[in-house]
């Protein structure tokens, strides 16, 4: 579970982080572009201290797909972009693709044997 | 060099410091943090690189794309990670999801 948690903090900071990105007009904004760079120091600590207990390949996929699928909803909302058929076929895609991997029980196995290199 | 080689660069940096993130423990482990840094750092570089010639939409669906792929067979072959039909198919579900959104200019 714990890994789940870290996985969404993860998620819901490289989003913000992609936000400022837009913000920061190629970095001349100064606010947004420490917003970025806070905000991705924080996303890939927490999707590593998530890999401790989640499988790479899964939570990888997750990763990406939870940040582009709120990426996308983020523009319609905020920046007002349309909302295409092709936008609407590849949001349900992805949302099925996840219900279909968390589905597998094997999401979190709390066994991470190539975690122990130290 | 061409642009579709420095995109492939990226992506490849980019599966590299992923990989690492696994190892770095929350960043306790220093060589593998390093490379972490050094593999997101190289990698964005050239992607930025690159969307001087590719179009966005095309670059972004092709790196995140490939990148998903890539990765999931890095934990596939270097990690051990299990692997069934229905994983499978939850995988193509997203990385297809992943490139039409990205195409739309997503991320």
């Not at chain 1, 207990?53 to 983020?74: C, E, K, M, N, Q």
């Not at chain 2, 410091?17 to 482990?29: I, Q």
């Amino acid at each position: 579970m714990k890994g789940v948690i870290y996985l969404t903090i993860s998620i819901i900071t490289e989003v913000f982080a992609t936000t400022m990105l837009k913000l920061s007009e190629g970095f001349t904004n100064l606010y947004p572009t420490l917003g970025l760079m806070f905000g991705y120091a924080i996303s890939f600590y927490f999707l590593s201290l998530c890999l401790r207990t989640l499988p790479l390949s899964l939570a990888y996929a997750i990763w990406a797909a939870g940040g582009t699928v709120l990426t996308a909803l983020l523009g319609v909302v905020l920046w007002g972009e349309a909302v295409t058929t092709l936008k609407s076929i590849g949001l349900l895609m992805i949302i099925g693709g996840v219900i279909i991997l968390n589905s597998t029980k094997e999401v979190e196995t709390g066994r991470v044997p190539s975690a122990k290199v130290s | 060099m061409s642009a579709y080689l420095l995109l492939a660069v990226s992506i490849v940096s980019e599966v590299f410091a992923t990989s690492m993130l696994k190892v770095a423990n929350g960043f306790k482990n220093l060589l593998p943090t390093l490379a972490v840094i050094v593999g997101y750092g190289v990698s964005f570089y050239l992607l930025s690189i690159s969307l001087k010639t590719i179009p966005i939409g095309i670059a972004y669906a092709i790196w995140a794309g490939v990148a998903t792929a890539l990765t999931a067979l890095v934990g596939m072959i270097v990690y051990k990670e299990k692997f069934n039909r229905k994983k499978l198919t939850g995988f193509i579900f997203i990385l297809s999801g992943v490139i039409l959104l990205n195409v739309n200019g997503g991320h």
